[in-house]
Nanobody, 124 residues
Framework: QVQLVESGGGLVQAGGSLRLSCAAS????????MSWFRQAPGKEREFVAA????????YYTDSVKGRFTISRDNAKNTVYLQMNSLKPEDTAVYYC?????????????????WGQGTQVTVSS
């Protein structure tokens, strides 16, 4: 069982930055690939970024490439999402998710555990 708790969301002006954190419980954090998803009002939840178990492999959706960086610290059981050059369209609830194994899955159906989410609001 893995419990995930996100933090770091908030209100920021367009062009600003935020760093999201997701703290995981349990001793097997390094066995899971980790991802960030987001859900904007009235829209379906969508994939944002994924990082492999050792933090070497990463994958991003096109809309955040060059602006967002996903990373992890297995010693701290934490995954991060550094978000720069934020745009109003990045406004959403951001969720972290964990999937056992090496796959950088982009379908939410493949993920085993989810956090409760943290709100990110970008004003224009």
């Amino acid at each position: 069982q893995v419990q995930l708790v996100e933090s770091g969301g908030g209100l920021v002006q367009a062009g600003g930055s935020l760093r999201l954190s997701c703290a995981a419980s349990g001793r097997t954090f390094s066995s899971y690939a980790m991802s960030w998803f987001r859900q904007a009002p009235g829209k379906e939840r969508e994939f944002v970024a994924a990082v492999g178990r050792r933090g070497i492999s990463t994958y991003y959706t096109d809309s955040v490439k060059g602006r967002f960086t996903i990373s992890r610290d297995n010693a701290k059981n934490t995954v991060y999402l550094q978000m720069n050059s934020l745009k109003p369209e990045d406004t959403a609830v951001y969720y972290c998710a964990a999937v056992m194994g090496p796959s950088l899955a982009r379908s939410q159906n493949e993920y085993d555990y989810w956090g409760q989410g943290t709100q990110v609001t970008v004003s224009s």
